[in-house]
């Protein structure tokens, strides 16, 4: 397996652009996440996923889209994007079981100038 | 999910034991205590959890303290490739994200 992968790792925008972060499990994981990572801080969720056709926000959802069509896929949408989102964004899944764990990909390194 | 308080950074000798501590007095009864690891330029990595009772796994040993409101993760013969930021985080199953903090920065002395 190759758990779960995201691309692209890096990328620069400039402001008012727009992007989409891919993110694909293979584990056939109902949950997904995505979250996003400032420097020197700890991780917070942006949107997570229980299902395909099913969304909800997370702590930090402003200025962010996600759509999950798939058990394996789920994008994040930046729509014009801002300097305050340059960030180290994670995707994660999880089969969601009581106290199961989540397993993470590698990371895209965005920024915004 | 209920909050945890970590030491910022703690620094150890290579192959000695590292015993990293975590407060979460406000633990419920439901509540599974995590320790993920973030090594650099990486994306955090599961490393155990527990409920109730003391966890051992190939990577290391949680203990719990018997009122739950305490927890030591323990490395055993630390590396340099333990070298990480180590989250301790309270979840319970299902859909909720991980609440991470800042956690520990351990440091790893050759």
Same mark, same amino acid.
């Given at each position: 397996?190759?758990?779960?992968?995201?691309?692209?790792?890096?990328?620069?925008?400039?402001?008012?652009?727009?992007?989409?972060?891919?993110?694909?499990?293979?584990?056939?994981?109902?949950?997904?996440?995505?979250?996003?990572?400032?420097?020197?801080?700890?991780?917070?969720?942006?949107?997570?996923?229980?299902?395909?056709?099913?969304?909800?926000?997370?702590?930090?959802?402003?200025?962010?889209?996600?759509?999950?069509?798939?058990?394996?896929?789920?994008?994040?949408?930046?729509?014009?994007?801002?300097?305050?989102?340059?960030?180290?964004?994670?995707?994660?899944?999880?089969?969601?079981?009581?106290?199961?764990?989540?397993?993470?990909?590698?990371?895209?390194?965005?920024?915004?100038? | 999910?209920?909050?945890?308080?970590?030491?910022?950074?703690?620094?150890?000798?290579?192959?000695?034991?590292?015993?990293?501590?975590?407060?979460?007095?406000?633990?419920?009864?439901? #509540?599974?205590?995590?320790? +993920?690891?973030? &090594?650099?330029?990486? /994306?955090?990595?599961?490393?155990?959890? *527990?409920?109730?009772?003391?966890?051992?796994?190939?990577?290391?040993?949680?203990?719990?303290?018997?009122?739950?409101?305490?927890?030591?993760?323990?490395?055993?013969?630390?590396?340099?490739? #333990?070298?990480?930021?180590? +989250?301790?985080? &309270?979840?319970?199953? /299902?859909?909720?994200?991980?609440?991470? *903090?800042?956690?520990?920065?351990?440091?790893?002395?050759?």
């Amino acid at each position: 397996n190759a758990g779960v992968t995201q691309t692209p790792k890096f990328r620069i925008l400039k402001i008012g652009q727009s992007m989409t972060l891919q993110c694909t499990q293979d584990m056939n994981h109902n949950y997904m996440y995505w979250y996003r990572q400032d420097p020197g801080m700890g991780l917070k969720l942006i949107y997570y996923s229980v299902g395909a056709g099913i969304t909800d926000k997370g702590e930090v959802p402003n200025g962010y889209n996600v759509s999950r069509s798939t058990t394996e896929d789920f994008p994040l949408r930046l729509e014009l994007a801002a300097p305050s989102q340059t960030s180290v964004y994670f995707c994660a899944s999880t089969m969601g079981r009581w106290g199961d764990t989540q397993y993470f990909g590698p990371g895209t390194r965005l920024t915004v100038l | 999910d209920a909050k945890t308080t970590q030491p910022n950074s703690m620094e150890s000798n290579e192959e000695e034991p590292v015993h990293l501590p975590c407060n979460h007095s406000t633990i419920s009864g439901t #509540d599974y205590i995590h320790w +993920y690891r973030q &090594l650099p330029s990486q /994306g955090p990595e599961y490393v155990i959890h *527990g409920l109730t009772s003391n966890v051992n796994n190939r990577m290391a040993s949680l203990a719990i303290a018997e009122d739950r409101k305490s927890s030591t993760l323990i490395l055993h013969r630390a590396t340099l490739r #333990d070298a990480a930021v180590y +989250y301790c985080i &309270l979840r319970e199953g /299902g859909a909720d994200g991980l609440t991470f *903090g800042k956690g520990t920065h351990l440091i790893i002395q050759p």
